[in-house]
């Protein structure tokens, strides 16, 4: 049987990093985890292929090689999950299709053959059997939340491993907190379930074996849901590995703010060879909080938290949000405040939306202000509800903020700021081979030819006078900048 993987085309936002990417000559920054780890539980005599299109582009040839077209990908993939299935039924071809998007949004897709709905741990061998007899129904909805203990390790030979700027593993599902906003819950529920470390420890040599050097992304929704596992389990079994074979990897990951609360658990992360953390911040706002119901972000100094995972050697990456019900016209200014203040260089700001699936999408649904289809990207401009802010103000605001943070001006007291305040971990992790090509890409691109290049040298002389040996993390920050705000000047 031969059946095509395809991941669906990320269109230029924030997370896709698009701009910084062709900086260094990549071009994804993540793999399709999902899709890869789906195919270990295929047939091992069934003959697998990739199409990853943020890597390549879905060819006819390949599509007429596939027997099956399996499609998956998040929310912010319809428009080109939605290209996808219309190309394999006009060339004929039965069509799988699951994830995120699909598992939310299946009775508004049309197309698809047979559905895998949910954590297909539970239903693929079901959809499996069903399919080699001739008898597969069209949807097989998970009811339950598996044991990840099913889980295998994903197929890292289908991957171009040189394509991308970093991997990616998984080690949990599942958060016990309520936001209002969010789907994981309805996804993935809230009681936080996970691999072993010896999994976890697998998975992480079949990375090394497969020559992968550089960063891996943990890409769990709350990385600390399981806090004593985490600490006590996890991370003296990565320390132990990544000490053995000489820091290969150096780990990011998701976590709440609270991580900031356990002393052990942060210099354990440091000692596995973490380097960055993104926390959903939302807003230094204490009435939008609590109206989205993250109120575990109110117990906290925020920016004295942001201060300390800084200090203690984990950059802190953030999402920030504009349009809660509870917004004044003053949050844009004090998101802006916030923001500078704190040192965090990578700041995606988004508009607020009511993905299908969350609590939020509900309240709005019976107040009648949902307009348009769901969500699916927060820095586009559009808006799937009627804020209470008027929307001319919302959007003047957001632009003001985008326009503004990400000036080179602002980018450069930020980057200052942070390296003022970051301490280097002593051990250097994932290491790299050194390439002259993409350095003198990203040199000209930034240092001549960029409208930002005057603080770009000034932010490299600061550097090397102040601090020689985050010559290259300067670099890099400022060049995830110059993808903002790319990003931004084209809203």
């Known amino acids: 049987m031969n059946t095509l993987l395809v991941y669906p085309e990320t269109p230029v936002t924030f997370w896709s990093f698009h701009h910084a990417l062709r900086l260094v000559g990549k071009k994804a920054s993540e793999?399709?985890?999902?899709?890869?780890?789906?195919?270990?539980?295929?047939?091992?005599?069934?003959?697998?292929?990739?199409?990853?299109?943020?890597?390549?582009?879905?060819?006819?040839?390949?599509?007429?090689?596939?027997?099956?077209?399996?499609?998956?990908?998040?929310?912010?993939?319809?428009?080109s999950f939605e290209h996808v299935v219309r190309r394999a039924n006009g060339a004929g071809k039965t069509v799988i299709a699951g994830g995120p998007m699909a598992t939310l949004e299946q009775p508004n897709l049309l197309g698809v053959d047979h559905w895998l709905l949910g954590e297909v741990e539970s239903i693929m061998p079901a959809f499996l059997s069903d399919f080699m007899q001739g008898k597969a129904e069209n949807i097989y909805r998970s009811t339950t939340f598996p044991d990840l203990f099913l889980t295998p390790s994903p197929r890292?030979?289908?991957?171009?491993?040189?394509?991308?700027?970093?991997?990616?593993?998984?080690?949990?599902?599942?958060?016990?907190?309520?936001?209002?906003?969010?789907?994981?819950?309805?996804?993935?529920?809230?009681?936080?379930?996970?691999?072993?470390?010896?999994?976890?420890?697998?998975e992480l040599e079949g990375l090394y074996r497969a020559g992968w050097r550089g960063g891996v992304f943990v890409v769990d929704d709350n990385f600390i849901g399981n806090k004593s596992f985490v600490r006590d389990k996890l991370l003296p079994a990565v320390m132990l590995w990544s000490a053995e074979h000489d820091y290969p990897f150096a780990f990011?990951?998701?976590?709440?703010?609270?991580?900031?609360?356990?002393?052990?658990?942060?210099?354990?992360?440091?000692?596995?060879?973490?380097?960055?953390?993104?926390?959903?911040?939302?807003?230094?706002?204490?009435?939008?909080?609590?109206?989205?119901?993250?109120?575990?972000?109110?117990k906290v100094d925020l920016k004295r938290a942001v201060h300390r995972l800084q200090q203690r050697g984990l950059l802190v990456n953030a999402g920030f949000i504009v349009g809660f019900d509870e917004d004044s016209e003053k949050v844009f200014h004090n998101q802006h405040r916030f923001i500078q203040e704190s040192g965090i260089s990578t700041a995606m700001v988004g508009l607020l939306n009511a993905p299908r699936g969350s609590k939020l999408y509900e309240r709005l649904k019976t107040q009648k202000r949902l307009i348009g289809k769901p969500g699916v990207n927060n820095t586009n401009g559009q808006l799937n509800f009627v804020p209470k802010m008027a929307y001319r103000k919302l959007m003047m605001g957001y632009r003001w903020l985008l326009s503004t943070i990400y000036t080179p001006s602002d980018l450069y007291d930020r980057i200052v700021t942070l390296l003022g305040r970051y301490e280097k971990p002593r051990i250097r992790a994932g290491r790299v081979r050194f390439r002259l090509t993409p350095l003198f890409r990203a040199l000209w691109r930034l240092g001549v030819l960029d409208q930002g290049r005057r603080h770009f040298w000034k932010?490299?002389?600061?550097?090397?006078?102040?601090?020689?040996?985050?010559?290259?993390?300067?670099?890099?920050?400022?060049?995830y900048g110059y993808h903002f705000r790319r990003v931004a000047d084209a809203l």
């Open 156 to 202: 890292w030979d289908l991957l171009e491993m040189n394509r991308y700027a970093a991997m990616d593993i998984q080690f949990s599902r599942g958060c016990p907190h309520e936001c209002e906003f969010c789907t994981i819950a309805t996804l993935n529920g809230r009681v936080p379930r996970s691999k072993s470390a010896g999994q976890v420890i697998q």
């Open 31 to 79: 793999i399709p985890l999902g899709m890869i780890t789906m195919a270990a539980m295929l047939p091992e005599t069934w003959m697998v292929r990739l199409v990853d299109m943020n890597v390549r582009p879905l060819s006819e040839d390949l599509l007429a090689w596939a027997d099956l077209v399996m499609v998956g990908g998040m929310g912010v993939h319809r428009e």
């Open 459 to 479: 932010l490299i002389r600061w550097t090397l006078r102040k601090r020689p040996r985050q010559i290259e993390l300067a670099v890099t920050l400022w060049a």
């Open 252 to 298: 990011s990951t998701e976590a709440t703010i609270t991580l900031d609360q356990d002393d052990l658990l942060v210099g354990r992360m440091v000692d596995a060879g973490f380097r960055s953390v993104f926390l959903g911040i939302e807003t230094p706002e204490d009435g939008g909080l609590e109206g989205c119901k993250k109120r575990i972000n109110r």
